[in-house]
């Protein structure tokens, strides 16, 4: 009987230090804390895959790709692991692009400070009329071209010569769709202009640069053939409604103004912008010219025009023009003065009475 306890005791006993431990089995609580740390090393192996797709974000497919650092996840524990990762990353990428739009906010908001830091102001043409002579700035009036809405300062010149006297515009002409200076204004469907290096803003201040079919409204082909047909005596060409092209009548009434300075023609009609007096009030400004080959040159050296005129000499179908200097006081001549009417000149208008 004694045997028979000692028998059963001994077999409670292997069975308890065989259960404490562990047995044979294969599962177990030290399985559950090898699948944590299966878990752990796959959160940390996606952590470095999510840096990664932060720098190169461009790149697709990261985002299904999960490992542990020992290759596979552990069987049962992929969604598990999938969902923890993804979690991350959906943080992470959201944050990081939270921060990428906060920075290119204040991107934006420093390009528009840089923008309203170094916006054009229009060139304030009053600085550049004879309001500091004999002629004060009550002579001048405003005009608005209602086709494009530019303002123009004009006056009335007399001579005191003959006592006639016309209306006419103290600044450039500034109208047209510009076109690069190597092109020939050829579109006979709109207005174009040249604006001196295809800049804009020379316009603005100088006024705009035409050849001579252009200044006249004719068929480009005018520029290379003759078509003093179509040239009428009050011509208005390019210029508004109610006026018409400068012309050599108007000049010789322009430049007999009563100089009583005895400064001369040419620095009586050149305007304190372009090296002169502006005596005569008309306001010259050195807005430079178009070449026959297309470049810019003499920019605030020359104040350069065409009259609506041709000359011809044989097959050579010229165009009358008038060339101030700002380095010379040579007055414009009549008969000695023409140009290719490929050129590009500046252009002043007359009011029709």
């Known amino acids: 009987m004694r045997n028979f306890k000692y028998s059963i005791i001994a077999s409670i006993t292997l069975t308890i ?178 604006c001196y290096n295809n800049d804009t803003t020379y316009c603005d201040k100088y006024g705009g640069l035409y050849q001579w079919a252009e200044m006249m409204q004719l068929p480009s082909r005018c520029n290379t053939e003759s078509c003093s047909d179509w040239i009428e005596a009050q011509h208005q060409g390019i210029c508004p409604d109610g006026w018409r092209l400068f012309t050599w009548r108007d000049y010789e009434i322009v430049k007999d103004y009563y100089d009583k300075y005895d400064e001369g023609i040419t620095p009586g009609l050149r305007s304190q912008c372009f090296s002169g007096y502006n005596t005569s009030g008309f306001s010259l400004i050195g807005g430079g010219l178009r070449t026959a080959e297309g470049k810019f040159k003499k920019l605030t050296e020359y104040a ?19 060339i101030v200097s700002s380095l010379i006081n040579d007055a414009p001549s009549k008969d000695e003065d023409w140009d290719l009417k490929v050129k590009g000149f500046s252009v002043r208008c007359t009011k029709i009475e």
Not at 40 to 65: P, V
Not at 78 to 98: F, P
């Open 17 to 194: 230090a065989l259960v404490a431990c562990g047995g044979d089995s294969g599962t177990s609580v030290n399985d559950d804390n090898v699948s944590s740390s299966s878990v752990i090393q796959s959160g940390d192996s996606h952590e470095g895959s999510s840096n990664s797709k932060q720098s190169s974000s461009s790149k697709k497919g990261d985002a299904g790709t999960h490992s542990s650092s020992s290759g596979q996840a552990p069987s049962g524990m992929t969604s598990s692991s999938q969902k923890i990762t993804s979690s991350s990353s959906v943080k992470t990428v959201s944050s990081s692009s939270v921060a990428l739009s906060s920075s290119s906010k204040q991107s934006s908001s420093s390009k528009k400070v840089e923008s309203s830091s170094s916006e054009y102001v229009p060139f304030d043409h009053f600085k550049c009329l004879a309001d500091n002579w004999n002629l004060r700035d009550s002579i001048y009036k405003t005009f608005v071209d209602p086709r494009n809405g530019r303002s123009y300062y004009y006056y009335t010149a007399t001579s005191y010569k003959t006592g006639r006297s016309v209306t006419v515009m103290a600044e450039n002409l500034n109208i047209g769709e510009m076109v690069l200076g190597e092109n020939d204004q050829n579109d006979d469907t709109k207005m174009e202009r040249y």
């Open 304 to 322: 350069a025009w065409f009259r609506p005129e041709e000359y011809k000499n044989g097959s050579d179908v010229k165009a009358f023009s008038a």
